[in-house]
């Protein structure tokens, strides 16, 4: 894991996602954006499909693959928006 920042706004935590079963873990929550993307990038460059995610608040469960907190952002983050409908006049 890399270093946490104290600001809880543009805190990040990043997942690996396997497409072919659909299953995620989390690698490391309350990064702040530069430490992120630069994990993110080392773990493309090995060949895993690595993502961020925004953070609303800290976490405070030490394992991040074990955090309630990182499981609720990322579920939120995958609910897919609702369907705009305009409405003919």
Sequence with gaps: MRKSTPKTSSLKLVMLF?????TWCVCSHNLDVEDASRE??????????????????????????ECAACRAEIKHSMNPLPVFDRRKR
């Design 40 to 65: 993110v990038t080392e773990l493309r460059r090995d060949g895993l499909a690595a993502f961020t995610v925004d953070q609303r608040s800290r976490h405070t469960d030490v394992n991040p693959d």
């Design 18 to 22: 396997d497409r072919r079963n659909r």
